[in-house]
């Protein structure tokens, strides 16, 4: 018997006497994220991260959001009351099994506050969600410079002054 025999039988024999563990372990979600990306910021300022987040597996809670780039961040939600837009936290937020939150401008977001150096465009910055079930997940978010439209619904096109325009020929 070679050496490597040994070790292999090894490796089966305590597979087998682990498998029933294993095999009754809980299950934790799986989180999938599609389309991340924040908005640069300066040192000291604010910035805002969106995507797409998927809980595949199971039920499960965020329970909060962190990055490295910022001294405080959570996940905050806009909503429009009377013309006016307001921002409020949605932590800790549930996610049932197969569930997603598209997180956009003006809708839900991760605020990222106080930031601890100026994000810059085309970097990759750390964003950390600890859910109850499946734990810390951190995505790398690719910072834009861009400044988004506000949602279809509060944009009011200007009147449009017809009286000095002549049409034809």
């Known amino acids: ?61 965020l329970l909060s959001v962190s990055s490295p780039v910022a001294e405080q961040a959570g996940l905050h939600e806009t909503t429009e009351d009377h013309g006016v837009s307001r921002m409020r936290s949605v932590e800790p937020m549930a996610f049932p099994a197969g569930s997603t939150v598209v997180m956009k401008p003006g809708s839900t977001h991760v605020m990222l506050m106080r ?32 400044a988004p439209l506000p949602p279809m619904e509060l944009m009011t096109p200007a009147p449009m002054d017809h009286k000095d325009h002549k049409h034809g020929g």
Not at 17 to 42: K, V, Y
Not at 129 to 134: R, S
């Open 115 to 146: 930031l601890t150096r100026a994000l810059g465009e085309n970097e990759k910055v750390p964003v950390t969600f600890t859910f109850e079930k499946a734990g810390a997940v951190t995505f790398y978010f690719p910072v834009a410079k861009v």
């Open 1 to 61: 018997m070679t050496v490597r025999t040994v070790h292999l039988a090894g490796f089966l024999a305590l597979l087998m006497c682990c498998w029933p563990a294993m095999a009754q372990a809980p299950r934790t979600s799986r989180i999938d994220i599609n389309n991340p990306w924040a908005r640069t910021g300066i040192a000291g300022g604010m910035s805002a991260a969106y995507c797409t987040l998927t809980v595949r597996d199971a039920d499960d809670r």
